[in-house]
């Protein structure tokens, strides 16, 4: 029942630190096209500011929000610095986000160092039908859930959504109703930083931060969302689940490499069935 | 070679290009006679690295298919090589099976991302992706545990001690003037292999492949038996350039998968310009030449160059150094100057 039970546990963790990565990646990739390569950098950016307010002795909430604004704030500047001349070169895009992740991961290493720094919380453990759960998991599981079921709501129910929707789908017909075309990709690139420095931020207590974090969760969170395919929340719900399941029986059973081995094989052998992701064949919704 | 994607890839060499090959041969068989080993070892790596550039921009330049992947065959052919060679105890094999092994990954990873038809762009991520897991896993290895053959894998540090290769002919091991003319005869005749190969109707297929996918289609070929066929030539050549850097260096280490090593490829790719073949083997001396010198000024600083200096050839210069410049000396003495290939 204990090895259920942890197992269980552990599946939805992973679920969840999965949903997390790739939330911020969903909102740029998924639904922008834009690819960022610096996606990973953004964590880390995320992950420093946290570490940095955190030991200045802000409280945890806040130094995360600060993340979340700071990163959000960062993302926009690049997206008026560079990003908005390459909409529709895509491959453009690709590689100047990754000249991006390369001057990011240089300029933080030159200017704090390589070592990384840590975070530590003052959360303890509960014991939970015999097995003992870290508390700031478990938080961790909730607030992913609440900044998914947030971002959904936004998309779906708010004006605010409903223009970005537009836009993404048919950014003539959108400006032509009246809506400002650069305004929402700008915002939505800035949103989806946000997010990504959230995530970052939310990893801090666990990982700490250091100038090459990045690379550890960039992989993971664009196989998610390549596999989810073009419905990016839904998507990347659906392939987080499957992924997560799979990386977090794998590691917990041998190793963390060998669970992210698995996520890829599979991965690339689902791609050959569905090309166009799991919910290529949806024709609607988020 | 002056304009992007340049169709007139497919007519045949004028003799001014013969006339530079031979020269080039020349000078390279020359080169030892007059200069020092460092200047010598230098070159040798610089003609090794080209070949790995020259596997990219044939693949980008003229199938169209932005492949990361070719630091994986990269980092497959110096491990193979490096494993085989130490386990056999001869090298003349290890060496065919290093360039054999990865062009075999090469075509399983590339019959799933070629033939499920997925956007071009997710084949330039999940290849990245699976560079990055390569590094992960080859770091994971440090443990004793960790043994192929009588080797031990090493993780972190890599695996030092591969012997270098071993003629059949000739009873000693490479000297550094044959290691020069190894990696420089090599990298000369994929160059030439490559130019003449686009001649051939396999060559015009590819180039149509790239220009307009659907009509080649509809034309009756099937283009992802092109297209695989080009990325297991390509992972051929990147699997010959790993080699070559085990022979080179007698180490391999997992920094052959890393990031950074396939940001320098697409680097050199763009800096040089992916519509010509010769210009990435240009800019692989100058980006080596140049990320040296920035690392005897200081350390740290070299990814931060990098990562800027491809922000601003994508911003800027596109299309890269030497078509841009060919391109200006072009329009410039437009009314005089012919046709160059």
Same mark, same amino acid.
């Given at each position: 029942?204990?090895?259920?039970?942890?197992?269980?546990?552990?599946?939805?963790?992973?679920?969840?630190?999965?949903?997390?990565?790739?939330?911020?990646?969903?909102?740029?990739?998924?639904?922008?096209?834009?690819?960022?390569?610096?996606? +990973?950098?953004?964590?880390?950016?995320?992950?420093?500011?946290?570490?940095?307010? +955190?030991?200045?002795?802000?409280?945890?909430?806040?130094?995360?929000?600060?993340?979340?604004?700071?990163?959000?704030?960062?993302?926009?500047?690049?997206?008026?610095?560079?990003?908005?001349?390459?909409?529709?070169?895509?491959?453009?895009?690709?590689?100047?986000?990754?000249?991006?992740?390369?001057?990011?991961?240089?300029?933080?290493?030159?200017?704090?160092?390589?070592?990384?720094?840590?975070?530590?919380?003052?959360?303890?453990?509960?014991?939970?039908?015999?097995?003992?759960?870290?508390?700031?998991?478990?938080?961790?599981?909730?607030?992913?859930?609440?900044?998914?079921?947030?971002?959904?709501?936004?998309?779906?129910?708010?004006?605010?959504?409903?223009?970005?929707? +537009?836009?993404?789908?048919?950014?003539?017909?959108?400006?032509?109703?009246?809506?400002?075309?650069?305004?929402?990709?700008?915002?939505?690139?800035?949103?989806?930083?946000?997010?990504?420095?959230?995530?970052?931020?939310?990893?801090?207590?666990?990982?700490?931060?250091?100038?090459?974090?990045?690379?550890?969760?960039?992989?993971?969170?664009?196989?998610?969302?390549?596999?989810?395919?073009?419905?990016?929340?839904? +998507?990347?719900?659906?392939?987080?689940?499957?992924?997560?399941?799979?990386?977090?029986?794998?590691?917990?059973?041998?190793?963390?490499?060998?669970?992210?081995?698995?996520?890829?094989?599979?991965?690339?052998?689902?791609?050959?069935?569905?090309?166009?992701?799991?919910?290529?064949?949806?024709?609607?919704?988020? | 070679?002056?304009?992007? #994607?340049?169709?007139?890839?497919?007519?045949?060499?004028? *003799?001014? *290009?013969?006339?530079?090959?031979?020269?080039?041969?020349?000078?390279?068989?020359?080169?030892?006679?007059?200069?020092?080993?460092?200047?010598?070892?230098?070159?040798?790596?610089?003609?090794?690295?080209?070949?790995?550039?020259?596997?990219?921009? #044939?693949?980008?330049?003229?199938?169209?298919?932005?492949?990361?992947?070719?630091?994986?065959?990269?980092?497959?052919?110096?491990?193979?090589?490096?494993?085989?060679?130490?386990?056999?105890?001869?090298?003349?094999?290890?060496?065919?099976?290093?360039?054999?092994?990865?062009?075999? #990954?090469?075509?399983?990873?590339?019959?799933?991302?070629?033939?499920?038809?997925?956007?071009?762009?997710?084949?330039?991520?999940?290849?990245?992706?699976?560079?990055?897991?390569?590094?992960?896993?080859?770091?994971?290895?440090?443990?004793?545990?960790?043994?192929?053959?009588?080797?031990?894998?090493?993780?972190?540090?890599?695996?030092?001690?591969?012997?270098?290769?071993?003629?059949?002919?000739?009873?000693?091991?490479?000297?550094?003037?044959?290691?020069?003319?190894?990696?420089?005869?090599?990298?000369?005749?994929?160059?030439?292999?490559?130019?003449?190969?686009?001649?051939?109707?396999?060559?015009?297929?590819?180039?149509?492949?790239?220009?307009?996918?659907?009509?080649?289609?509809?034309?009756?070929?099937?283009?992802?038996?092109?297209?695989?066929?080009?990325?297991?030539?390509?992972?051929?050549?990147?699997?010959?350039?790993?080699? @070559?850097?085990?022979? *080179?260096?007698?180490?391999?280490?997992?920094?052959?998968?890393?990031?950074?090593?396939?940001?320098?490829?697409?680097?050199?790719?763009?800096?040089?310009?992916?519509?010509?073949?010769?210009?990435?083997?240009?800019?692989?001396?100058?980006?080596?030449?140049?990320?040296?010198?920035?690392?005897?000024?200081?350390?740290?600083?070299?990814?931060?160059?990098?990562?800027?200096?491809?922000?601003?050839?994508? @911003?800027?210069?596109?299309?890269?150094?030497?078509?841009?410049?060919? *391109?200006?000396?072009?329009?410039?003495?437009?009314?005089?100057?012919?046709?160059?290939?």
């Amino acid at each position: 029942m204990d090895l259920v039970a942890t197992t269980a546990y552990l599946v939805i963790y992973s679920i969840a630190l999965l949903v997390l990565i790739s939330l911020g990646l969903a909102v740029i990739f998924g639904m922008m096209k834009v690819i960022n390569l610096a996606h +990973g950098e953004f964590l880390m950016l995320g992950a420093y500011v946290c570490v940095f307010a +955190g030991n200045a002795g802000a409280p945890l909430w806040a130094a995360m929000a600060a993340s979340a604004v700071l990163v959000g704030a960062f993302g926009i500047l690049v997206e008026r610095l560079f990003i908005q001349f390459l909409y529709g070169r895509i491959i453009d895009t690709l590689l100047a986000t990754w000249g991006l992740s390369l001057f990011l991961v240089g300029a933080v290493t030159t200017v704090f160092g390589p070592q990384g720094r840590s975070l530590s919380t003052s959360f303890g453990n509960v014991s939970f039908g015999g097995i003992n759960l870290s508390v700031y998991n478990l938080m961790l599981i909730g607030v992913t859930a609440a900044v998914a079921v947030l971002t959904w709501a936004l998309a779906r129910f708010t004006k605010l959504g409903l223009i970005v929707r +537009g836009t993404m789908q048919d950014p003539d017909m959108a400006s032509a109703l009246g809506a400002n075309r650069s305004l929402t990709y700008m915002a939505t690139f800035g949103y989806g930083a946000g997010l990504t420095g959230f995530a970052g931020a939310m990893l801090a207590p666990i990982t700490g931060a250091a100038p090459t974090m990045g690379v550890f969760f960039v992989a993971k969170a664009f196989i998610t969302v390549i596999v989810g395919g073009h419905l990016p929340l839904m +998507g990347t719900l659906a392939a987080s689940s499957l992924f997560g399941a799979i990386d977090g029986v794998v590691s917990y059973r041998w190793s963390s490499v060998l669970g992210e081995v698995s996520v890829l094989v599979v991965a690339v052998v689902l791609l050959r069935m569905l090309p166009s992701g799991i919910t290529g064949r949806f024709r609607s919704g988020l | 070679m002056a304009r992007e #994607f340049a169709a007139d890839a497919a007519t045949p060499p004028s *003799w001014l *290009w013969w006339l530079f090959v031979a020269a080039l041969a020349l000078a390279l068989i020359a080169m030892p006679k007059f200069t020092d080993v460092s200047l010598q070892l230098d070159l040798s790596i610089i003609f090794v690295l080209a070949l790995l550039a020259l596997s990219m921009s #044939f693949l980008w330049g003229y199938v169209g298919i932005l492949s990361f992947g070719q630091t994986i065959f990269f980092g497959l052919g110096g491990y193979s090589y490096a494993i085989l060679a130490l386990n056999a105890g001869t090298t003349l094999w290890p060496f065919v099976a290093a360039i054999c092994l990865p062009m075999i #990954f090469g075509a399983v990873l590339g019959y799933f991302v070629i033939y499920g038809r997925i956007n071009d762009i997710y084949l330039s991520v999940i290849t990245l992706v699976v560079t990055l897991i390569f590094e992960k896993i080859v770091r994971s290895t440090s443990g004793p545990e960790y043994v192929i053959g009588k080797v031990r894998l090493n993780g972190q540090n890599g695996i030092p001690g591969v012997p270098g290769l071993q003629l059949p002919w000739d009873s000693s091991t490479l000297s550094i003037d044959g290691v020069f003319y190894l990696a420089g005869g090599t990298a000369l005749l994929v160059y030439v292999g490559l130019r003449l190969l686009l001649l051939t109707s396999f060559g015009r297929i590819i180039v149509g492949i790239r220009e307009n996918e659907t009509r080649m289609e509809l034309l009756g070929y099937d283009s992802r038996v092109y297209k695989l066929a080009a990325f297991v030539l390509a992972a051929g050549i990147a699997a010959l350039s790993g080699a @070559l850097y085990a022979v *080179w260096g007698n180490f391999v280490a997992p920094e052959m998968f890393n990031l950074n090593q396939a940001a320098q490829v697409v680097i050199w790719v763009i800096v040089g310009g992916r519509s010509t073949l010769i210009g990435p083997v240009v800019a692989t001396g100058l980006v080596q030449y140049f990320s040296n010198w920035l690392g005897t000024v200081s350390i740290g600083q070299v990814t931060l160059v990098l990562g800027l200096v491809l922000l601003l050839f994508v @911003l800027v210069f596109p299309r890269g150094l030497l078509p841009t410049i060919a *391109w200006t000396f072009d329009k410039a003495f437009s009314k005089i100057g012919g046709r160059r290939s």
